[in-house]
Structure formats: structure tokens, C-alpha cells
């Protein structure tokens, strides 16, 4: 597990600036001394969401590709379909506005949330899965391995979460990091549609537990499949069975549990 570290742990390891933490002082406390160190600490700074001018969520996120952020949760949250067109999505101050062909009367209806990228729009509309490709053991498991290798915030801090994109192969697509989990998966998801990719064709590889509200999101951007190296809880896997959308969990080497669509996975 990542945690906070010295600056300068090796003595002569350089110190790059980064959007994801500041440096700051701590007391650290050990077995064989006490003193002041300067750490690397996480950045999380608050972001309001407009649709139509209307005010949709609350992000708490990392202060770095939020265009992706923004458009990855209008996706995974079920507001749009994956490749619909939309207006411009614009960042000032804070606040991220994008422009929808959705009434504004009924967006207005949503409770207002404030959490770190979950609505309760369309909440009872469940997708299914429909896609025929299939995923090598090894594939996931290397894919879930590259989590840890490229999570340089993580490294750095310790409080950041890692999701990727990656094809048949397990490699990597696309990759993103965030203090949230689901924010995580929202620019992952934004990244690889601006970039035109079929999401029918990948898997979703994200940190942390995967909740009935990442199944989710994974369901609405049309993955067929989804993985972590954490748990997962009962009611993902009710979603994953009743969407066809394949779970993996505990996808350690050398193995995995698989908890849905398990057709869905080559062991050789």
C-alpha cells in the first residue's frame, strides 16, 4: 500500500511539481525516533457540474483533466449514451458546464447531491451487455498488476486511486489517476471516448472495491467486463448477473474470483 514518503527518500531523488499534492510538514512518529519530515499530501479541490445550466453533482477531485471527468461521468451515470454528441465542455472557477440535449425540467428534478460522482439519474434503467470478445486469465491479471506501476500519485501520497482502460490483451489504453475512486473511472471513461474507442471491445480495470455504484458505472459505459485487485459486495454482483457484464475480483497473481459471465474469461 502507498503511503505518504519523504520527499527525498534516496537522498537524491528529484522533486517534480504535480497537480496531485503539495508538499507539507509532518511529525513522524517511530520506533526509533521522532522528527519532522516533508511529505508529499494529495490534492482534492471541489468542482460544481452544470448540465444546462443546471447544477447536477459535486466532484471532489483531483485538479487535472476534468473535461474527461465531466463528460466520463455523463456516461457512467447514465445521462448519455457512450458516443453521443454534446455541446462544449467548459472548466472555470471551480465550476464545469456542459451543454446536453436533455430537458432542463427534468434534470432539475434530480436531488442535489454532493458526492465524489454519483447521481441517482436513471437509477432503475438497467443496460445489458452485449459483446462477444473474451479475456485471457493472464490478460486481466497483468492488467491489474500495471494499476500499481503506473500510479505515480499513489506512489507519491498514498491517497489516490488508479483505473485504466485496456484491451483484449490486458494492455493499456488509457489511464488516469484521482484522489476518488469513481472519479477515477469517470476520466478514464471520458479519456478513452474522446479519444473514439469502443468500449464494447475493453475492460475496466480500476483500485478499490468494486460497489454496486462502480458496477454501475462500468454498465453504462458499456464494458463488458470490469476488475480490481479489492472486494466486491452482493449487490454488484446482482447488477453484473442481471446486466451480463463479467466481475472480477481479488485479481491477484496468480489468480482471480469471478463472480458473473465467467464465459467471458480464456484460462489456459
Keep these: 500500500m502507498g503511503t505518504g514518503r519523504p520527499l527525498k527518500a534516496s537522498g537524491d531523488e ?21 522528527h519532522y519530515i516533508n511529505v508529499d499530501v494529495i490534492v482534492e479541490e ?15 477531485a483531483s485538479p487535472v483533466e476534468l473535461k474527461e471527468l465531466a463528460l466520463g461521468f455523463l456516461v457512467c451515470e447514465g445521462f ?31 436531488t442535489y447531491q454532493q458526492r465524489c460522482g454519483t447521481t441517482s439519474y436513471r437509477k432503475d434503467a438497467a443496460c445489458h451487455i452485449v459483446s462477444d470478445i473474451r479475456f485471457s486469465k493472464d490478460a486481466i491479471l497483468n492488467a ?58 475493453c475492460a475496466l480495470v480500476t483500485t478499490g472495491r468494486l460497489a454496486s455504484t462502480m458496477v454501475s458505472k462500468a454498465v453504462n459505459a458499456g464494458f463488458p467486463l470490469v476488475a480490481s485487485k479489492g472486494a466486491t459486495v452482493r449487490e454488484a454482483v446482482e447488477l453484473a448477473n442481471k446486466s451480463g457484464i463479467t466481475l472480477v475480483a481479488f485479481a491477484r497473481k496468480p489468480g482471480m474470483q469471478i463472480y458473473s459471465m465467467e464465459e467471458r474469461i480464456v484460462i489456459l
Design 14 to 34: 528529484e522533486i517534480s511539481p504535480s497537480p496531485f499534492y503539495v508538499p507539507m510538514k509532518c511529525l513522524e512518529i517511530t520506533d526509533k525516533q521522532d
Design 144 to 201: 491489474v498488476e500495471q494499476l500499481k506501476e503506473k500510479g505515480k500519485a499513489w506512489h507519491r501520497t498514498g491517497g489516490a486511486h488508479t483505473s485504466t482502460v485496456c484491451n483484449s490483451l490486458g494492455q493499456v489504453l488509457f489511464f488516469c489517476e484521482d484522489v476518488g475512486r469513481a472519479c477515477s473511472v469517470d476520466k478514464v471513461v471520458g479519456k478513452a471516448l474522446l479519444n473514439g474507442t469502443d468500449l464494447s471491445q
Design 46 to 60: 471541489r468542482f460544481d457540474l452544470f448540465v444546462n445550466n443546471v447544477h447536477i453533482t459535486t466532484f471532489f
Design 80 to 110: 448519455i449514451e457512450p458516443g453521443a454528441k454534446t455541446g462544449p465542455i467548459n472548466v472555470a472557477s471551480g465550476s464545469i458546464h456542459c451543454i446536453l440535449d436533455i430537458d432542463a425540467r427534468e434534470l432539475a428534478t434530480l
